[in-house]
């Protein structure tokens, strides 16, 4: 499990269905985005075990602005018909929030994201230049964020790097390991020579042509 909170963003427009109703998608499953040193993908059913958490709706993930949160009932989280994770929410009666929907409003704000951690990960094609990594559950959602910028890409790339070296040396570690147990596996299943059985062996021919 990785217990750091990661951030990602999506393309798909976070829109105003009607007067002051705010809704977006923040998060696709099967869908490849480049991290700079591998892939990574969301497979289906990843968010099942997270829709009950208490999840918040903030501006640019500033906690300081939030928009709505599950626990008060002023926001839902859900799973779109296509298995993506969605949000939608009322516009509070507060000013920074209003500000917010006007500009979703007018398509100056137009992309979402979403803070989490991992509890399970498959990783696919390591021995390529740039691995995937498959996120099969996510641990917890923090929070779902109609963001201006996907600043996350540069803030964290050190991170990313960082955690894919660790994640290629336990692989390369792996495959060591499995090349040594291979190789005595296959010592072991070789004939012994020179065992007391086969030297008895050939005394008694020995015996046997004397005679």
């Known amino acids: 499990m990785i217990d750091e909170i990661q951030r990602r963003f999506t393309e798909h427009p976070v829109r105003m269905e009607s007067e002051g109703k705010i809704e977006g998608i923040a998060a696709v499953i099967?869908?490849?985005?480049?991290?700079?040193?591998?892939?990574?993908?969301?497979?289906?059913?990843?968010?099942?075990d997270i829709l009950q958490d208490d999840v918040r709706a903030l501006f640019n993930h500033d906690s300081s602005k939030i928009l709505a949160r599950t626990k008060s009932g002023t926001?839902?989280?859900f799973i779109s018909e296509r298995g993506d994770l969605a949000y939608k929410y009322e516009t509070p009666n507060i000013s920074y929030a209003k500000d917010l929907a006007e500009s979703i409003r007018l398509g100056d704000v137009?992309?979402?994201?979403?803070?989490?951690?991992?509890?399970?990960?498959?990783w696919r094609d390591m021995e390529s230049e740039k691995p995937t990594?498959?996120?099969?559950?996510?641990?917890?959602?923090?929070?779902?964020?109609?963001?201006?910028y996907p600043a996350y890409q540069d803030t964290t790339a050190s991170a990313r790097n960082e955690e894919f070296?660790?994640?290629?040396?336990?692989?390369?570690?792996?495959?060591d390991a499995e090349k040594r147990a291979e190789k005595i596996k296959n010592q072991e299943s070789k004939p012994a020579e020179g065992k007391?059985?086969?030297?008895?062996?050939?005394?008694?021919?020995?015996l046997k042509t004397k005679k």
Request: charged letters at 30%; proline letters at 3%.
């Open 30 to 48: 099967n869908s490849r985005t480049d991290l700079g040193y591998f892939y990574e993908e969301i497979a289906a059913g990843a968010f099942d």
């Open 75 to 77: 926001l839902e989280v």
């Open 110 to 122: 137009d992309q979402s994201s979403f803070g989490f951690t991992i509890e399970g990960e498959e």
């Open 133 to 148: 990594r498959i996120i099969t559950k996510l641990g917890r959602l923090m929070d779902v964020s109609p963001v201006t």
């Open 165 to 175: 070296e660790a994640v290629k040396q336990a692989y390369t570690e792996k495959k």
């Open 196 to 206: 007391p059985i086969d030297l008895y062996k050939r005394k008694l021919s020995i």
